[in-house]
């Protein structure tokens, strides 16, 4: 059996009999109230690590009595206290020294030793807070009559030791923790169980929100209880987690409150509980946040959370007060038990605070109040239900004969109502079929294809007649079905559609017209909002049961076949323009560097491949810039246009111009030489500085151009060095005065 199952079961048998022997482990505890003395400070320590306050000679003067070793007076930002106690004596089998708490750190010392020490001091004998555990510290044999010294730092409110502090054997200490746990320990079990159904019953009925606030003050309610318990650190020995623990469920209990109230009272607005809520919520995460991160003691917290939650709970009591009587009863009540726990909890605050003498005050029945609330309120609300159910049994066993006889006269209309919807599932198959069979074409004019074949077996039994539009404007019959299709449907339509009236939704079965007229739109319409084809189909002939019924949802369904038929072009020719877009320069419509660097990579692999040679031609326009300074951006443009035009006029097919940036070209000529790639960008360079440049009818004079020019493998060996090579040709043409060709050389 693992360690931490051998665990649970020591603590629930352990459990039981607390439960059965708590008062024979009370009689069993000798409390060590008497003969306390204090000391401001901290001691020196000696060479061999002893303090020096232990043996220090004529010492008694500095110590002075204490009915109790905690808060001594005169504290005046003390943060080291030494306390002493001569040990009374007793007869036991395992004696252990029992303190409740301490604040905040602690070092025992007896016969000039350490015995016990918890937290850890510096070589200033400070330290941070870990935990408020209670301690179980082991009595040497013979103790009776010895004195025993305590060193305490506290950088906290308080200082010293806090609650009881008694001898008694380690197994009554542990049988005393857990009796003295117990109640919280069931309670917060109920709680817990408690959280888990309102949970459950607030993902089922989304609507009631209160049911996840309940279940947040529930769980929040169970986890203090546990976390505060001295039985949990028999369960895992972690003192500082079941303190965080603690300040996060104490702390988030006001905000599970106020969204509870600010629930209740959705339809009167709070604004005061809601901030409330956040400003809990907000210091929760801050103090958790900052405790964990090191800058502040999680024990520092707790105070200033104190005051807040005072003045917080006067706001609220204020509000439920004004709004108490508009409340359902259920509610009052949980407000009533809610406030039975918070009474407790001021309570336990002011033990703590020390405006009241030390005692355990029952926090957990508060809680217990609450689950035995809604225990009743749950057990009251399932006996109205079930009382409703029987009424409705009755109502519905009714109703029940009275639905037969309308289903009887509805099934003969519902088969035939299959019928037609089977037919309009297998034919929203086909045009799913047909939609993915039209998004794998490439354009609008091969999807065309696959379209026209489909179109008979989307709309049969209808007759019908699509019509696609031609150059001229018309439409012309492009594929027609159906017995009478042919003498019902002309074979063309004028560009007007004259005499054709267009059929949108929503339509009336009894308005249904003799012949139905859908226009397939293709988006961005090259001439404007002009029909890409027209589909004619004949009234639906349907049964007379579902006549009414099912022609206006054939109607609609045709309706929205054509629309989702058109949306898929559409998308085909948005992406037809964008591929253009991407791969072409919208100023002089040639080619762009995108375009270039891919083809480039391709003509290299095809070149090496079939080992024909590769030329490149780089140029650019000479002086562009102070052209453009001269005549403006528009006329620069008006450049760079002419220069395409001419360039589409100077190169054969295969090579391919592309404008590379700003005023620069580039020319990617496959199989030519080197020499006539340098043949072709004289002839080119010739013929623009012979072109006169005009603009708005003004002759701005000529432009020449200088070009470099490299041959794989003639000028480069390495494809890698072409661009470079023919961009070293170009800056050789500029430095040598423009308006040249140079042709680079390995």
């Not at 008694?168 to 817990?192: K, Q």
């Not at 217990?368 to 225990?375: K, P, R, T, V, W």
């Not at 151009?705 to 003639?714: Q, R």
Request: one cysteine or more; charged letters at 20%; hydrophobic letters at 45%.
């Amino acid at each position: 059996m693992r360690p931490s199952s051998c665990r649970t079961l020591f603590c629930l048998a352990t459990l039981v009999l607390a439960l059965c022997l708590s008062q024979p482990a009370l009689s069993a505890m000798q409390p060590v109230d008497e003969g306390w003395q204090y000391r401001w400070g901290d001691s020196p320590f000696l060479a061999d690590g002893t303090p020096l306050w232990l043996d220090e000679p004529d010492s008694d003067k500095h110590w002075h009595d204490i009915a109790f070793p905690s808060n001594p007076p005169g504290r005046k930002g003390q943060e080291h206290a030494w306390f002493r106690v001569t040990l009374p004596e007793g007869e036991w089998y395992a004696p252990a020294l029992y303190i409740y708490s301490v604040d905040i750190i602690l070092q025992v010392w007896f016969r000039g030793e350490l015995l016990y020490q918890y937290g850890t001091f510096d070589e200033h004998g400070r330290g941070k807070f870990e935990g408020w555990p209670w301690h179980e510290i082991p009595l040497p044999d013979g103790y009776e009559g010895e004195t025993m010294y305590f060193r305490v730092f506290s950088n906290y409110t308080d200082i010293g030791l806090w609650g009881e502090v008694a001898i008694l054997d380690h197994p009554d200490l542990v049988l005393h923790i857990v009796s003295n746990s117990a109640e919280s320990l069931v309670i917060a079990a109920l709680s817990g169980l408690i959280a888990l159904l309102a949970l459950v019953f607030a993902l089922i009925q989304r609507r009631q929100r209160s049911f996840a606030s309940i279940a947040l003050f529930a769980f929040l309610t169970g986890v203090m209880l546990l976390a505060e318990s001295q039985a949990s650190l028999l369960i895992l020995y972690q003192p500082l987690l079941w303190d965080y623990l603690a300040a996060g469920s104490y702390y988030l209990i006001p905000v599970a409150l106020a969204l509870l109230l600010s629930q209740w009272l959705d339809d009167r607005r709070p604004r005061l509980v809601r901030w409330l809520m956040w400003l809990h919520l907000v210091f929760a995460a801050l103090a958790l946040m900052l405790a964990l991160l090191g800058l502040l003691n999680l024990s520092s917290t707790f105070p200033v959370f104190d005051g807040v939650l005072l003045v917080s709970l006067a706001l609220m009591v204020a509000v439920v007060i004004r709004n108490f009587r508009s409340l359902y009863r259920e509610q009052q009540v949980f407000l009533f038990t809610c406030g039975v726990f918070l009474v407790l909890l001021i309570l336990d605050m002011a033990v703590a605070h020390g405006f009241l003498p030390w005692g355990r005050v029952p926090v957990s029945w508060g809680a217990l109040a609450f689950s035995l609330a809604l225990i009743s309120i749950s057990v009251w609300h399932y006996g109205k239900t079930q009382q409703a159910l029987h009424q409705l049994t009755v109502q519905l066993e009714q109703k029940v004969a009275e639905r037969t006889a309308r289903a009887e006269a509805l099934a003969e209309r519902e088969v035939e109502r299959s019928r037609l919807l089977a037919l309009e599932s297998k034919k929203s198959q086909k045009l799913a079929d047909t939609i993915a069979a039209l998004q794998d074409c490439a354009g609008v004019e091969e999807a065309f294809q696959p379209l026209l074949q489909a179109l008979p077996q989307l709309y049969l039994p209808i007759a019908g007649c699509f019509y696609r539009r031609n150059p001229g404007g018309g439409y012309d019959r492009a594929c027609l079905w159906g017995r009478s299709a042919a003498n019902t449907f002309p074979p063309s339509l004028t560009q007007d559609l004259s005499g054709l009236t267009e059929t949108v939704l929503p339509v009336r079965s009894q308005d249904v017209p003799a012949q139905l007229c859908f226009l397939l739109r293709v988006e961005p319409a090259q001439f404007g909002n002009v029909p890409e084809g027209v589909l004619l189909l004949e009234r639906p002939n349907l049964p007379d049961v579902v006549k009414d019924y099912g022609t206006a949802r054939v109607v609609a369904w045709v309706y929205q076949s054509v629309e989702k038929i058109g949306i898929t072009l559409s998308g085909l020719a948005l992406r037809s323009e964008l591929q253009r877009f991407s791969y072409e320069d919208s100023l002089t419509g040639l080619k762009n560097r995108r375009y270039f660097d891919e083809l480039f990579r391709h003509e290299r692999e095809v070149a090496i491949r079939s080992e024909r040679p590769l030329s490149l031609l780089i140029f650019d326009i000479d002086h562009f810039k102070r052209f453009n300074d001269s005549h403006g951006h528009d006329a620069g443009d008006e450049v760079l246009r002419m220069v395409g035009r001419v360039l589409e006029n100077c190169f054969r097919g295969s090579d391919t111009v592309c404008r590379y940036g700003g005023e620069e070209f580039t020319v990617l000529m496959p199989g030519a030489s080197r020499e006539e790639a340098r043949q072709r960008a004289e002839n080119l360079r010739a013929t623009i500085a012979e072109s006169q440049v005009e603009y708005l009818g003004k002759q701005l004079g000529n432009l020449t151009i200088s070009a470099g020019i490299a041959c794989w493998p003639e000028s480069s060996p390495e494809f890698d060095e072409l661009f470079r090579a023919a961009d070293r040709a170009l800056y050789q043409a500029k430095a040598a005065g423009r308006n040249r060709v140079v042709t680079a050389s390995v």
